[in-house]
C-alpha cells in the first residue's frame, strides 16, 4: 500500500473540510433567511389590521330607525311580522295565466306542474318539494316565494310584487281543483 504524501493528505482533508463547511454555511444561510424572511413578512403593517381593528361588540351601539318615508333596500312589501296581506290583484284569467307560466318557469322544477311535490329535480333534494295544494293563507304563500324557506330560495330578486301575486292566484286556483 501507497503511503500518501503528507503535503497531498492535507490538501485532500483541507478539500473535505471547505466542502463540508461550506454545506453547514449554506445550510445556516438558508435557515437564517427562511427564519427571518418569513418573520418580515408577516411583520408587515397590514398583517396585524384584524388584530388593531375598532371592536363593536353586538348591542354595543343603539340601532336608529330608518328616516321616515324610506324603504329597506329589499323593498317594504313583506311583511313578516304575523300581519296579514291581503291579496291586492284579482284572480282574472290573465292573472291566472301570467301566474301559471311564471310557476312553470320558477316553482314546476321542484313542486312538480300540479304543485303536489313531484318535480323533476324535487326527488333529488333531501326534502322533496312541499305540496302547494294543502290550504295555506295568501300572505304565507306570497312570503314564502318572496323570501324562501330552509331550502327553497327566495325570489324577490327576480318576481315582482305583482307577478308574486300572479303565482299565488295561481296556486290558489290548483287548490280548488
Known amino acids: 500500500m501507497k503511503i500518501p504524501n503528507p503535503q497531498e493528505l ?5 478539500a473535505r473540510s471547505n466542502r463540508t463547511a461550506r454545506t453547514g454555511r449554506n445550510a445556516l444561510i438558508l435557515f437564517i433567511l427562511v427564519l427571518f424572511g418569513t418573520g ?19 348591542f354595543e351601539q343603539l340601532m336608529f330607525p330608518p328616516p321616515p318615508g324610506t ?15 291581503r291579496n291586492p290583484f284579482p284572480a282574472t284569467s290573465e292573472s291566472l295565466e301570467q301566474g301559471e307560466q311564471l310557476f ?8 312538480g306542474e300540479d304543485a303536489k311535490g313531484g318535480g323533476t329535480i324535487g ?10 295544494t294543502l290550504r295555506r293563507p295568501d300572505d304565507y304563500i306570497y312570503t314564502h316565494i318572496r323570501a324562501g324557506g ?9 318576481l ?15 287548490q280548488a281543483e
Not at 324603504?71 to 296581506?85: K, T
Not at 312553470?104 to 313542486?111: G, V
Not at 326527488?123 to 302547494?132: E, N
Open 40 to 58: 418580515l413578512v408577516f411583520a408587515w403593517p397590514w398583517s396585524m389590521d384584524m388584530v388593531w381593528q375598532p371592536i363593536l361588540s353586538p
Open 123 to 132: 326527488d333529488k333534494l333531501l326534502v322533496a318539494g312541499t305540496d302547494l
Open 71 to 85: 324603504l329597506p333596500v329589499r323593498g317594504g312589501e313583506l311583511r313578516m311580522d304575523g300581519q296579514e296581506l
Open 104 to 111: 312553470l318557469i320558477y316553482c314546476a322544477i321542484c313542486h
Open 10 to 14: 492535507a490538501r485532500r482533508m483541507t
Open 160 to 174: 315582482s310584487p305583482e307577478e308574486t301575486w300572479a303565482v299565488v292566484n295561481y296556486v290558489r286556483s290548483l
Open 150 to 158: 330552509p331550502i327553497m330560495p327566495g325570489y324577490a330578486e327576480s
